[in-house]
């Protein structure tokens, strides 16, 4: 019987002699002990977290929050999408300078006059009544009593009233009435201007002669940016 010799395959070559990379030993400091900290129930303190997403908001957070994402989502009828649409910076800045002039008195103020003119009744003086200085006039109804007098030269309305409602028609009615009117951003600013926290409107019934043709320039600008543009406005949807 003829024995096969068995082949023998490739021999593999030898691997290189690894060269081992000396590791630097890690200087630890013998006064700071290492304590991992256990997260599990009843452990350790859990880290804060950023939990704003699960807060139960107030209801008036809430409210706002849904009438921004209905306010994207709807289409705006005309009436109400006009209060979009305000003075520009600059105007709005020359209108608010000019109104500070004509800011009603405060209390010390006021606490003053009447002292002064207690004092010269006491005096023997006549009490004559002195006349009115022409200041802003300010509400929803003292304004709207003014337009429709055509008492009022200029009109400011606030562009964030809550319910919108109640100033919805004053636009309307202004350029029905040939009243010139703007709307400005912030209730507050304008709330400002007559010493309170908000105020819807606020009317220029009579301005100094100085002041003149300064109202005049920005008569001029509002009645180009809103009554003018009248018939545009009640097309343009939100």
Known sequence: ???????????VAAAPLAVKKMEQKRVVNPLFEKRPRNFGI??????????SRFVRWPKYIRLQRQKAVL???????????QFYQTLDKQKATQLFKLMDKYRPEDKAAKKQRLRERAEAKAAGKGDAPTKRAPVVRQGIN???????????QLVVIANDV???????????????????YCIVKNKA?????VRRKTCTTLALTN????????????????KADF??????????WG
Do not use: W, Y
């Open 1 to 11: 019987m003829v024995v096969k010799k068995k082949t023998k395959g490739k021999k």
């Open 42 to 51: 009843g452990q350790d303190i859990q880290p804060k977290r950023d939990l």
């Open 71 to 81: 306010q994207t989502r709807l289409k705006i009828p005309p009436p109400v999408h």
């Open 142 to 152: 003292t304004v709207t009593t003014l337009v429709e007098k055509k008492k009022a």
């Open 162 to 180: 809550d319910p919108v409602e109640m100033v919805l028609f004053l636009p309307a009615l202004c350029r029905k009435m040939g009243v010139p």
């Open 189 to 193: 600013r304008l709330g400002r201007v």
């Open 207 to 222: 301005v100094e002669s100085a002041d003149r043709s300064t109202l005049n320039k920005l008569i001029e600008a509002v």
């Open 227 to 236: 009554n003018e543009r009248g018939d545009e406005i009640k097309k343009h």
